[in-house]
T-cell receptor, first 116, second 113 residues
Framework: ETGVTQSPTHLIKTRGQQVTLRCSSQ?????VSWYQQALGQGPQFIFQ???????GRGNFPPRFSGLQFPNYSSELNVNALELDDSALYLC???????????????FGSGTRLTVV | GQQLNQSPQSMFIQEGEDVSMNCTSS?????WLWYKQDPGEGPVLLIA?????ELTSNGRLTAQFGITRKDSFLNISASIPSDVGIYFC?????????????FGKGTKLSVKP
């Protein structure tokens, strides 16, 4: 059983650019959630994807968007990057959208994004 | 965004000491979770609590779900060097239409010099 894998592990972008982060969910999981973790803070919920549709969104502007593919993998896209977007972006997969954290909600190691 | 109130923010431990941290919320949750995050890694689930008043152990770790459903604490007994890291509490409403976790800011455990 493979865990959650994210790519790339590190990324440096310039303000105003666009970025795409990728996540492969754990085997058997059909739901993917994305979190932003700024330095010294806890993770903040961005959005969740279930059956290829957005299923809940946190307090993030529309320039944060995502996709989920038929194999349940997911992408997070951020347009018009700002310096404050610098953070660790975590992907978590689970069996169902309201699933038990004991059986799901496995986090990847994250993508460290630096905007300069 | 919403974050839970977690304290202390940081603490130093000496091997063998017991450690205690807690988390409070203005909102009710039906699930409380405790995670540990090591540098360069994602959070790893330590303990999940599903019922108000529930006390659950996982080895040297013990956590309780507060009666009001607005708080939780985590105790670590007889700490060892590998306990160093950042501990996060998270509130969650299991079984709802959305599965988002609300995290605290974390408690950083370091070894006393």
């Amino acid at each position: 059983e493979t865990g959650v894998t994210q790519s790339p592990t590190h990324l440096i972008k310039t303000r105003g650019q666009q970025v795409t982060l990728r996540c492969s969910s754990q085997s058997g999981h059909n739901t993917v959630s994305w979190y932003q973790q700024a330095l010294g803070q806890g993770p903040q919920f961005i959005f969740q994807y279930y059956r290829e549709e957005e299923n809940g969104r946190g307090n993030f502007p529309p320039r944060f968007s995502g996709l989920q593919f038929p194999n349940y993998s997911s992408e997070l896209n951020v347009n018009a990057l700002e310096l404050d977007d610098s953070a660790l972006y975590l992907c978590a997969s689970s069996q169902d959208r309201g699933g038990s954290p004991e059986n799901g909600y496995t986090f990847g190691s994250g993508t460290r994004l630096t905007v300069v | 965004g919403q974050q839970l109130n977690q304290s202390p923010q940081s603490m130093f431990i000496q091997e063998g000491e017991d450690v205690s941290m807690n988390c409070t919320s203005s909102s009710i949750f039906n699930t409380w979770l405790w995670y540990k995050q090591d540098p360069g890694e994602g959070p790893v689930l330590l303990i999940a609590l599903y019922k108000a008043g529930e006390l659950t152990s996982n080895g040297r770790l013990t956590a309780q779900f507060g009666i009001t459903r607005k708080d939780s604490f985590l105790n670590i007994s007889a700490s060892i060097p590998s306990d160093v890291g950042i501990y996060f509490c998270a509130g969650y409403n299991y079984g709802g239409s959305q599965g988002n976790l609300i995290f605290g800011k974390g408690t950083k455990l370091s070894v006393k010099p």
